[in-house]
């Protein structure tokens, strides 16, 4: 149990997903044509939104994972984590569930991943590594501020 709450785990697993996050929303950011594009062949929203998520959603990535990188806000910054890699999954589900041959966006349009079940299982232990950091942060045992 002393390996789940300490601080250097805590720290690595933020980190991590940090900067998974900040990786996603730079190559989302450079080429928001192209993000918009990997939303829209998930055939799930209309047209008249697509631009908008295209383009906040990077921003809310990049701010969310450098935050967790510089251990800020680690619960709020985990649950919106969280939630978006929830969102993300459970949109490359339907995709595949849909049997859509498609890109699932994930990294921009320079690091092509097709959706599948093995993205859902990265998704997957990525979300749980963010409800890890999100129940243990504040009990880790030895805090650094």
Known sequence: MKYITNTYVLWVAKVFI????VLSG???IADPSGFSDAIANYKLMPNFIINFFAISIPWIELVCGILLIFNQNIKENA???ISLMSIFTIMVLIAVLRGLDIDCGCFGTQNVQAVG???II???A??????YVFIYNDK???KVS
Request: proline share 0%; hydrophobic share 55%; net charge neutral.
């Open 26 to 28: 730079i190559e989302k």
């Open 122 to 124: 990265e998704n997957l």
């Open 140 to 142: 880790s045992t030895h």
């Open 18 to 21: 940090g900067l998974i996050f």
């Open 79 to 81: 649950f919106i984590y």
């Open 126 to 131: 990525l979300i749980f590594l963010a409800v």
């Open 117 to 119: 079940i093995t993205k």
